[in-house]
């Protein structure tokens, strides 16, 4: 009987609107504070050892806020030991300072700092204390301070060492320093751990779905305690829709995991169109007292990868089309801004992208956060490199010692993310070529499912041939990626019986925007690995799609492939944007890649306009290049279109003939002889207009013309606006082949932060006041610096046109 009367204790004692009723659920103040740690940080080039001491001096170092990266600053340098694949760009030592207070009311509390990522070799020191190292620049880790701190006004210093000296230690940019956020946490001793909660819903259906809720509640009082732990669902409205409670006991100084069970009728399913977000609020009662409440991302779907018939969300079958992205945010650098992020991933929704692989490292909780409330399908990806080196430096050296924690870290801190659909183990590892893979695969799929068997595990493999690939052979994998060979697809199902199968990298072919090499047929690296691309001399790839990486396909070969293979989950194409570092196949002053779909400033590629028009169901009729030649010029005239049987092409009004696609082909093209004027296409389904696309013959330039992506932004000191500068002519026609150096000032409440005009061998710095344009075109960032005043932007060229100013408003 009283075993049975404990048992009760753990049953539900009230559901949705009692416990609103007992508790009070929406009028409660927080009990766990989160501080933002970012500001007023004092750094320095070098290294310091001393500046643990309180004692320490730094009236020669900088004040600033985090994210910092202090590489995207520097010089680009042709004998930089970060080499071709970080961009030129330097690394080093440096060290981060703060001076800060705690309330003496946190002295009874637990305290402890959270960073995002540090890259890399991180030492952190508190009132003269070592915390810890993190070697890996990309893993988000904290540690506890509360036995080291001073209390009410007595100072405390917080110190960071960064160590990115040895190099190179990366096939792309990482950046260099504190790159994502900070934050201070204190709770009571008796609080949900760090990364403490784990949701799942074992069943999910329209009519009803069930949430698995796992809780690790920390105890650090040297006394046992008895508390109610309370698990709320909140749906997007902010409004409680379930809820459990139960009366737990916990020892002292331990680690307990407590389990909750509810039920959710009628949820509203997450998927790529309506990403609909519950969350889980957790709560901890000693008594009538909240010491404790922490939140937990929730979606319901459920996903499939079939052998047959591929990908398939919510029932529905589905094919993910997906890109790769590295982590840096172009002119930023490696800083992590959620605004940058959210930009970046707006851009790719538009194109019609699904789905978003984490290349080749843990990316940051922004983007994670993102990913969930903006509808992308994630492949969350540990590693690059096992034991086996890719280059000098990088992750091998740590491997023994870290790649356990690594990895489990990686998998609690992702894992109650609804976008995340799959777990990538590595990514073209050397050890799959040979028996050592076959134990190591093993080892990381047991660590990723000791912490969540709801999703596959994968890896992106080169090797197709079975007796060659020894990940393959450990049948530890759930889902097999493969990285290019899109001509062997066709035989997979075959040479692959039964396995789920995913292209996890794809294309790599190059463009470079607005630059055009009127194309005789597709060009590709030689095949010989290491022989000389024979490009052109101002270190331009044709915007074409018509030039391809000796391993790759272009654009279009490559989905010509995937949307034909129905076993085939989808592609990752490599990448989304253009990223800082591996500017293959050019050498310096190359200093960017020519890889993405969207150069490095954020704007599209022609290509981007192919994607549209097979990736989203909108109408797209999109014609290149410009028109702006040397008369008589033969001009090759591309068009991409949907949602139309037919396009029609018009020079000056003169009618240049119908063309509609054939057989597979996913564009349209005409040789025209180039007369200044118009060209004009038109499609037509059925013999109806769908739509009308123009391109004029610019004139003289006559203004500099100023476009923001905003026009408000809080006075926060984090959000962005991004202004894209052109020169255009008086009717307002981009002028292609600008490249006027602009000039910028900024007043008011805000302050430049990057520029950048997205062509891959410009070596002007990404912080200057000034930019060239490149085939018309430029970018200027401007970050909130905390005042409440309008942000003007004033853009000035050369005598013969005037300045342009464009404001934006601050809330």
Known sequence: MIKHKKNLQ?????ISLLLLSTIGFSQEKKARIIEDFNKNWNFK?????TAIQSDFKTTDWRTLQLPHDWSIEGAFDKDSKTKQAQGFLPAGKGWYRKVFTVPANWKNKSVSIEFDGVFKNSEVF??????????????????????????DKKENVIAVKVDNDAQPNSRWYTGSGIYRNVRLVASEKLHVGKWGTFVTTPEVAAAKSKIHLEVTIDNDNGIAKEFKLVTSILNAENKEVASFTSTEKIRAKTSEKKIHDLVLNQPKLWSTENPYLYKVVTKVYEGSKLVDDYETPLGFRFFDFDAEKGFSLNGKPTKILGVCLHHDNGALGAVENIHAVRRKLKILKEMGTNAIRMSHNPHSLEMMQLCDEMGFIVQDEAFDVWKKKKVTNDYHKDWDAWHKQDLEDFIKRDRNHPSVMMWSIGNEIREQFDSTGIAITRELAKIVKSLDTTRPVTAALTENIIEKNFIYQSGALDLLGFNYKHEDYKDFPERFKGQKILASESVSALETRGHYDFPDGIKAWPTKHGAAFDGNADWTV??????????????????????????????????????IGEPDPYPYPARSSYFGIIDLAGLPKDVYYMYKSEWTTKPVLYIFPHWNWKAGQEVDVWAYYNNADEVELFLNGKSLGKKSKQNDDLHISWRVKFEPGAIKAVSRKDGKVVLEAAIHTAGEASKIDLKADKTTIKNDTYDLVYVTVSIVDKDGNLLPNANDLINFEVLGGGKLVGVDNGYQANLDSFKASSCKLFNGKCIVIIQSNGKNEAIQLKASGGKEIPISSIEVKVQ
């Open 10 to 14: 753990k049953t539900v004692i009230a």
């Open 45 to 49: 080039l070098g290294d310091y050892p």
């Open 126 to 151: 508190i009132n003269g204390h070592s915390l810890g190292i993190r070697p890996n620049g990309y893993i988000s880790f904290g540690y506890d301070l509360s036995k080291y701190l001073n209390f």
């Open 542 to 579: 044709s915007a074409y799609d018509q030039v391809k990486s000796y391993w790759g396909a272009t654009h279009e070969e490559n989905w010509k492939t995937i949307k034909k293979q129905d076993f085939m989950a989808g592609t990752f194409i490599w990448t989304g944007f253009d990223y």
